[in-house]
């Protein structure tokens, strides 16, 4: 077998785009022949992947899967709408959201677990999927949730087909209660973080960086009164709950009885699951959501 210098490696990366292991690779299956690792890569869909990853991927799909009592989100981006609503990059989604009940949250751990159906990893099965469809894709996330005894809800907003739509929710609830009352009441309050974005469940668990920040700009926005510093920190605590009012999941009004707060909806939905409910968290991803898109594409 062909020693493989890194100087073949270095060669056979700027000839295709390819990555670094994956040019080592190509070489070692193929004894060393340039050619032959070039004709590999293609093959494999890896050619290229390397200069196509450096355009912006903001479109693609959220997948949610769910399975007993635990469900999964993922946000895979591409750089078109287009490419969104292909049947193999939908497929692709649905599937790498299965393998992410598996992975429990952890990105790279999904990255490298074994694509459903397929030989490869999810991360390799990205890549030659890229290669084949001819656009940057990048599995960008993932979020999971799990209940000892309760469900887990799940809603996507405006659904493109199972478990793929811009807009994923997934929300556990504990409760020893009856599980399909609790299911229903479950995908209303997950509708509710869709269209709400709470930051946290209750006001204890919001980053505590945020609430400072809010506290700062309140403050300085009641010394512009010119009240004493009583009447300023009484100022301060009342706009304060106005703003838990607007973040906290528990604190908001609930949008599918805005007589409500969700605190109070789960106390009454908790009388006809027949036991108490506890919201123990949820993830909501919208797509493409921080992502800095250049201005010149």
């Known amino acids: 077998m062909a020693t493989i210098t890194a100087s073949m490696v270095k060669e056979l990366r700027e000839k295709t785009g390819a990555g670094m292991m994956d040019c080592k690779t190509a070489l070692n299956e193929t004894d060393g022949d340039m050619e032959a690792a070039s004709d590999w890569l293609r093959t494999k869909g890896l050619a290229q992947a390397a200069k196509k990853a450096g355009r912006t991927a903001a479109e693609g799909l959220i997948g949610v899967s769910w399975k007993d ?10 750089e078109t709408d287009f490419v969104a609503r292909n049947e193999i990059f939908q497929e692709m989604v649905q599937k790498i959201a299965e393998a992410a009940l598996g992975a429990k949250g952890d990105l790279a751990s999904l990255e490298k677990a074994s694509y459903p159906g397929g030989s490869a990893s999810v991360e390799e099965t990205v890549k030659e999927t890229v290669g084949s469809i001819g656009e940057n894709m990048q599995l960008r996330r993932t979020a999971y949730l799990t209940v ?3 469900v887990v809800a799940h809603y996507i907003h405006n659904a493109m087909g199972t478990g793929l739509g811009k807009m994923g929710v997934i929300v556990a609830l504990e409760s020893t209660g009856d599980k399909e009352a609790l299911g229903e009441f479950g995908r209303q309050v997950a509708m509710h973080v869709a269209a709400s974005n709470p930051q946290a469940v209750t006001t204890d668990e919001l980053d505590k960086d945020l609430v400072d920040r809010e506290r700062a700009v309140l403050v300085e926005q ?7 510093d009583n009447v300023i920190e009484k100022m ?3 706009r304060l709950r106005k703003f838990y009012e607007e973040v906290v999941l528990l604190s908001q009004t609930y949008v599918i009885d805005s007589e409500l707060t969700v605190e109070k909806a789960v106390e009454q939905a908790a009388k006809t699951v027949g036991a108490p409910i506890k919201i123990t968290g949820f993830y909501r991803y919208a797509l493409g ?9």
């Open 289 to 297: 959501e921080g992502i800095e898109q250049s201005d010149e594409e």
């Open 69 to 78: 009592n635990a469900a999964a989100l993922v946000e895979v981006n591409s």
């Open 222 to 228: 009641a010394k512009e009164s010119g009240k004493p």
């Open 148 to 150: 000892n005894d309760g």
């Open 236 to 238: 301060v605590e009342g």
